[in-house]
């Protein structure tokens, strides 16, 4: 497969490598790139959205040509890919809820710079339970800046919160996380053994139409793969805790999905999850590696409930190395891996320069859309199951290899005609969206369920 642009696309070629398996059928449709527009960067973000949401919709069309014997053309619009890396709604008459904890951002400190992530409640106060209750960053500055970086971000996380050091490229290269990362694959493959039985007759209109997706996932990665395969006819079925709330990235990526509510420490609710494990197609999740196994659901547990079951999953900071259990968030890792440091050094800024959009957990998420779809594919034609794993760690390590001394040119403003003409009526209000970046031809993207609140369907099939 090749990109059909002016220029080569650096990530082409390693996710369609990555993305390889034995016994199946690897070969994708050329997609076709259009547009010039590309987020401002000292990194390749255009490159990555156009690279992988155009090889999700061409795994789509792969899929669909075991139904049509053929595979259908993809276009990328690549302004609206760079677009989809970012917020899509555009709310009629009402306002998203501000995206940050009063408290969350990055602060200086006696050596450095550190990011408290506090969106969560319990991650804020895990973060105030070692700093001190204060209301807001102005109140909290002082105190920050008088820990040394990683002394804090050591506190931080043995409190249970979420932080990280502002650390370069090089350090984060030899550090023994970023050492593990690097010797990761960018999709982790692992074989469990093979189904005979198969649920899924796949139309060429909406190839996904009848597949059943259970989302663990919360913000950000997971969410988005999620809505992906939404997007091509799959049912989503999102389950989270009582009383969990992500704010204003809710009606950006409930789009497509039903969302119900489970408590997996009440044995009825466990029975209701079990039930919805056996029959589905998908489970996606993107808790701590240990965290299902926790509530005892490991993959042995998940084989003998549902031995068809195609499990696809993502983590922070990888899944080998000292930080493998460790909590984190796209802001969080670029912090670590040295992306917004050295944004910041090219800039020549007085504070961490993080990239334009939240590109590590986009990608992640296209990119756990395109190896669920390659897993399907391998389970239609060869009835062998597998597991792929994904880390925001692993991706932003892919983006990494792409650091460049100047921006790239900066995105044109925004017109009417990014925006498609469907009104959406949320829970919220009124909407409308960005114009999505993905033709194929012959099949029709769209959603059946416009973004909803979470909780508020039914916990069934």
Known sequence: MTAMTNKPNPFITPITAA???????????DIKITGTDALPSFFAVTDLATASIGIASA???????LATGDQAGVTIDQRLASKWFDMTIRPMGWELPPVWDAIAGDYQTADGWIRLHTNAPHHRTAALSVLGDYPDRQALAPIVANWKSDDLETAIIAAGGCAATMRSLDDWQSHPQGAAIAAEPLIGWQDHGTFTKSRHVIRPDRP????RVLDLTRVLAGPVAGRFLAAYGADVLRIDPPHWDEGAVIPEI????????LDLKRA??????????????????????????GLGYGADELRRINPGLIDVTLCAYGWTGPWAKRRGFDSLVQMSCGIADFGMKQADAPKPTPLPVQALDHATGYLMAASTIQALLLRSQTGQITTARHSLARTAHLLCQTAQPTRTQTIAPETENDIAPHLETTSWGKARRVRFP?????????????????LSSAAAW
Not at 208 to 211: I, T, Y
Not at 254 to 261: D, I, Q
Not at 271 to 282: H, N, P, R
Request: proline share 7%; net charge neutral.
């Open 254 to 261: 409930t789009l497509g999905k039903r969302c119900a509510g």
């Open 19 to 29: 993305l390889a398996l034995p016994g199946a059928t690897n070969a994708l449709p």
């Open 438 to 454: 993905a033709t194929i031809d012959g099949v029709a993207h769209g959603w059946d369920h416009p973004a909803g609140r979470l």
């Open 59 to 65: 795994m789509i069309s792969r899929y669909r040509g």
């Open 268 to 293: 009825e609710d466990r029975q209701t999850f079990e039930s919805l494990l056996a029959g589905a197609d998908i489970l996606l999740h993107g808790y701590r590696p240990d965290a299902l196994p």
């Open 208 to 211: 996904l139409a009848g597949m």
